[in-house]
């Protein structure tokens, strides 16, 4: 978790990361304005995937780190959020119309108006979007990032903000 005010992350990004700093810039400068998301969906994706760990804090003087009991979840995961959401009795995480018959430690997410049915499954995760279906094994979560990467190779996929 960081704590920082927002000049001086600003600055650290102008410094050790110019690139990401010159796209937050544009962002910044449309903040507020009817062009934001234009900007927003423009130079985002543009920017370099770096985790900020590793763009300025690991390279920038005067860091604290503080040792604090503060319950933190990182939800990195479909699988993760059990970590932080209540699941019921049979340790489902059910999420829209869902139907769950003999199922177990699942997360399920649907969408309101249709019926996700689960029977005799055990440690799936299911995620039902308007153009999507994803459907895997719990300990397989962290793979969606390839789905993405071979959607966007096959060029099926499009980034939108």
């Excluded at 370099?48 to 920038?60: M, Q, T």
């Excluded at 969408?111 to 049915?117: F, R, Y």
């Excluded at 994803?134 to 397989?140: A, H, S």
């Amino acid at each position: 978790m960081f704590v920082w005010k927002a000049a001086t992350v600003l600055d650290l990004f102008e410094r050790f990361s110019p690139e990401i700093h010159r796209h937050a810039a544009r962002i910044g400068a449309a903040a507020g304005s009817g062009d934001w998301r234009a900007a927003l969906a423009q130079e985002y994706p543009a920017m370099p995937k770096i985790a900020v760990d590793n763009a300025i804090i690991e390279v920038a003087p005067h860091v604290a780190t503080l040792e604090g009991d503060m319950n933190w979840g990182d939800i990195g995961s479909w699988a993760a959020l059990t970590d932080v959401l209540a699941a019921d009795a049979d340790g489902n995480l059910l999420k829209g119309r869902v139907v769950s018959i003999d199922s177990s430690n699942s997360t399920v997410y649907g969408l309101p108006g249709k019926v996700v049915a689960l029977v005799g499954m055990e440690d799936l995760i299911v995620v039902d979007t308007a153009d999507a279906l994803l459907i895997m094994p719990k300990d397989q979560a962290q793979r969606v990032k390839e789905v993405i990467e071979r959607l966007q190779a096959d060029g099926d996929l499009q980034r939108h903000t």
